[in-house]
T-cell receptor, first 118, second 114 residues
Framework: AQKITQTQPGMFVQEKEAVTLDCTYDTSDPSYGLFWYKQPSSGEMIFLIY??????QNATEGRYSLNFQKARKSANLVISASQLGDSAMYFCAMREDQFSGGYNKLIFGAGTRLAVHP | ETGVTQSPTHLIKTRGQQVTLRCSSQ?????VSWYQQALGQGPQFIFQYYREEENGRGNFPPRFSGLQFPNYSSELNVNALELDDSALYLCASSLGQEDTGELFFGEGSRLTVL
């Protein structure tokens, strides 16, 4: 079974509008972390936001917020006020704290390509 | 910029050859992990080095091997290259087992196997 599922291969949004990128995950590890990364065409993975499984509040980082619904096992990324520079691939990833044996193994989804239109 | 640098950025090899990819981690980071990203897919974990020892490995055959040096830079070696090894290879560094485990990635080495 897929551990990280991103059901939207591609999304587009008008500049200055908000967009939500979907991510669902599957784990039985009681302690885990969820990440979102942006990958522009240069290839570098740029860290955007992190949510720990025990965090009570949804994470926010500037224009990025993570809509964490633990019971539904979803961790959607919300980008507010989209900019042309937001056009890129976006990856959701999970680290299973106990199952990973204590090392920084991230499990990535297949990604969503976001296009921001002027 | 993350401060993680990888070389070479692009290379072409033929089936059966061997390749070495290099990574300089961000200053102060003692943990390096390597990921393989095939075209159109998310990255897949290959292995991780912590203080010069491999301390975690994904589902990759033994012909994928690595090293970490005292300055925490790292190498990924792939022997007996196969066509399916064509991918972007990403190196990521982190500071041990920080709370968030945030990884800082380089821009990758794009390998083409003909």
């Amino acid at each position: 079974a897929q551990k990280i599922t991103q059901t939207q291969p591609g999304m587009f949004v008008q500049e200055k509008e908000a967009v939500t990128l979907d991510c669902t995950y599957d784990t039985s590890d009681p302690s885990y972390g969820l990440f979102w990364y942006k990958q522009p065409s240069s290839g570098e993975m740029i860290f955007l936001i992190y949510q720990g499984s025990y965090d009570q509040q949804n994470a926010t980082e500037g224009r990025y917020s993570l809509n964490f619904q633990k019971a539904r096992k979803s961790a959607n990324l919300v980008i507010s006020a989209s900019q042309l520079g937001d056009s890129a691939m976006y990856f959701c990833a999970m680290r299973e704290d106990q199952f990973s044996g204590g090392y920084n193994k991230l499990i990535f989804g297949a990604g969503t390509r976001l296009a921001v239109h002027p | 910029e993350t401060g993680v640098t990888q070389s070479p950025t692009h290379l072409i090899k033929t089936r059966g050859q061997q390749v070495t990819l290099r990574c300089s981690s961000q200053s102060g980071h003692n943990t390096v992990s390597w990921y393989q990203q095939a075209l159109g897919q998310g990255p897949q974990f290959i292995f991780q080095y912590y203080r010069e020892e491999e301390n975690g490995r994904g589902n990759f055959p033994p012909r994928f091997s690595g090293l970490q040096f005292p300055n925490y830079s790292s190498e990924l070696n792939v022997n007996a290259l196969e066509l399916d090894d064509s991918a972007l290879y990403l190196c990521a560094s982190s500071l041990g087992q920080e709370d968030t485990g945030e990884l800082f990635f380089g821009e990758g080495s794009r390998l083409t196997v003909l």
